[in-house]
């Protein structure tokens, strides 16, 4: 007779599916979550049949986000019955309800602590003493490169996380979050009421964390919060160690930081303060890439004013002084036509700014309403029609003048990051590429596709070549790998770091 084996059967409840929407600030939310159940010892499942539960991470930005949010949640249920809303929409429980009740749970955004004590609920584990002990701060760690503490637990408005080490973008790239939520009341917007005041990270978390990024592999840093300019007010631009060193949570000081590690650092959601200018005097000097991401949303000054935009004022004097201090600076904005209330006037008036300020990359949508947005109740909509052709005639403009721009690049040699491969069945694998410039950023701006050349086969995901630029289009550049110079970030010695 054999004895019994009691061993206990494996916990296969242990599977949650994952479905990340929204702008790369929940995306960097979607990581912190990963990052703990991976700590706690759940699996990431890859689809509906292999999850026992799903969390879908959700954003209510605008009306058509909900609606994209509330089908995903309605497809995760259909597909598994158990299913943990997070993220912005999260914050307005009563909509994803009336919509799905029998959802298991509800969280607002940045709540990873919430999220998780709803997984062990959904689906309890069998302790195992080996999965609470996954090393944090050793992920993507390089041999050689020397050990960096792992991050101190942080404080933020839901509670305190980890510097995410799981990551959902490519290896060669990666957001960096360095505030939550939102000091302003613009009247299109309802992230502040979603997302809450400010939260700024001290500059030595998020240093570390850039730290520890660079050490691991990845080559870009894309600094991101709802309003970098304003990093650092609300915590009285505080002191923190990195390195042994005391660094002010201050855009320019971390700016300055960052652009040490020699790794390309882009910068997002700045918004036009007088500070921004030591920014760029960075710029200038090669420290960080010279681009900025200015959400301007319009030029006629009654209009900012009834938008309540920060910073609005001398736009295109401050325009001209960015590209006097660094003249390769590229400029991306979105605008919104169609403001309630916008004239035909006040409408050209927007077509003449960008004739003058000559923007690099611009995006723009047609005003809708969102609920409970201040700007909802402002009189004077613009017919949908009037607001579709205003669209179309800004479009066009910013169309000719971003093809201008791009065919002033053609002979010029630039620095390309490579973002993936882009064979045709018959070419010998690594022919053709597809890489961004120093003004492009991942996902919203223009891409450049090259042909490998001498380098067929030699070029990976990741690499940064130098590239002849021999053609142009509205968005994107054309043109051949020239040489794929070594590449050597400024990771320092732990504890030899001199800025
Ligand atoms: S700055 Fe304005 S648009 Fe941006 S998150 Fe804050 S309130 Fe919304």
């Given at each position: ?20 929407l ?15 159940l991976?700590v ?9 049949e ?44 009563e909509?994803?309800?009336e919509?799905?009740p029998?959802?298991?749970a509800?969280?607002?955004?940045e ?11 959904l ?7 080996f ?12 041999p ?22 799981v ?10 979050k ?16 979603l ?9 030595g978390a ?17 600094v ?7 990093y650092?007010?609300?915590i ?7 390195q042994?060193?005391?660094?002010r ?8 930081y ?13 918004y036009?303060?007088?500070h ?16 900025l ?12 004013k ?17 590209r ?14 169609g ?8 409408f050209q ?9 000559r923007l ?33 005639r800004?479009?066009?403009?910013a ?11 053609v ?17 010998k ?8 410039t ?10 450049v596709?090259?042909?490998a050349g ?8 990741g ?34 770091f001199?800025?």
């Amino acid at each position: 007779m054999t004895q019994a084996d009691t061993t206990p059967a494996p916990d296969t409840r242990n599977r949650v599916g994952f479905i990340s929407l929204g702008c790369p600030k929940a995306l960097v939310d979607s990581e912190r979550i990963l990052t703990q159940l991976r700590v706690e010892g759940y699996e990431v499942a890859s689809s509906y049949e292999n999850a026992d539960t799903v969390i879908v991470n959700t954003c209510g930005f605008i009306t058509p986000a909900v609606e994209e949010s509330l089908a995903a949640i309605g497809e995760a249920l259909d597909a598994t019955g158990k299913v943990i809303v997070t993220g912005c929409l999260g914050e307005r429980p009563e909509k994803i309800r009336e919509r799905h009740p029998k959802v298991a749970a509800i969280t607002g955004s940045e709540a990873v602590d919430d999220v998780m004590a709803h997984v062990r609920e959904l689906l309890p584990l069998t302790q195992n003493p080996f999965t609470g002990l996954l090393p944090i701060a050793a992920a993507g760690m390089r041999p050689g490169v020397s050990p960096i503490p792992a991050p101190e637990r942080e404080h933020t408005r839901h509670g305190d996380v980890f510097a995410p080490s799981v990551k959902l973008t490519p290896r060669h790239y990666a957001y960096l979050k360095i505030a939550e939520g939102c000091n302003h009341t613009c009247a299109f917007c309802i992230i502040p009421k979603l997302r809450g005041k400010q939260v700024s990270r001290d500059a030595g978390a998020v240093l570390y964390e850039a730290f520890r990024l660079a050490a691991g592999g990845t080559k870009e840093l894309i600094v991101i919060s709802q309003d970098t300019s304003a990093y650092g007010v609300d915590i009285r631009y505080r002191e923190s160690e990195f390195q042994g060193e005391q660094v002010r949570a201050h855009l320019t000081d971390l700016a300055s930081y960052l652009g040490e590690m020699g790794v390309w650092v882009r910068m997002h959601y700045v918004y036009p303060y007088p500070h921004v200018e030591k920014v760029v005097e960075l710029m200038g000097q090669g420290k960080i890439l010279p681009y900025l991401d200015v959400p301007l949303q319009h030029a006629s000054p009654r209009l900012l004013k009834l938008m309540r935009r920060p910073g609005a004022g001398k736009q295109l004097d401050t325009i001209r002084r960015w590209r006097e201090l660094c003249p390769e600076i590229t400029i991306r904005s979105t605008f919104i036509v169609g403001f309630p209330g916008e004239t035909e006037v006040e409408f050209q008036e927007l077509l003449t700014f960008l004739e003058e300020a000559r923007l690099d990359r611009v995006g723009a949508f047609a005003y809708s309403d969102v609920d409970e947005a201040d700007a909802a109740a402002l009189p004077g909509h613009v017919p949908e029609e009037v607001k579709a052709e205003r669209l179309e005639r800004f479009m066009a403009v910013a169309q000719r003048i971003s093809a201008e721009k791009l065919a002033e690049k053609v002979g010029r040699t630039l620095d390309i990051i490579i973002d993936e491969l882009n064979d045709d069945a018959d070419d010998k694998p690594g022919t053709r590429l597809i890489g961004r410039t120093k003004g492009d950023a991942p996902g919203i701006d223009g891409q450049v596709y090259l042909y490998a050349g001498d380098f067929v086969g030699q070029v990976r995901v990741g690499d940064i070549v130098q590239a002849r630029i021999e053609d142009s289009d509205e968005y994107d550049l054309f043109g051949e790998v020239l040489a794929r110079p070594e590449w050597k970030p400024n990771v320092p010695q732990l504890g030899h770091f001199k800025h």
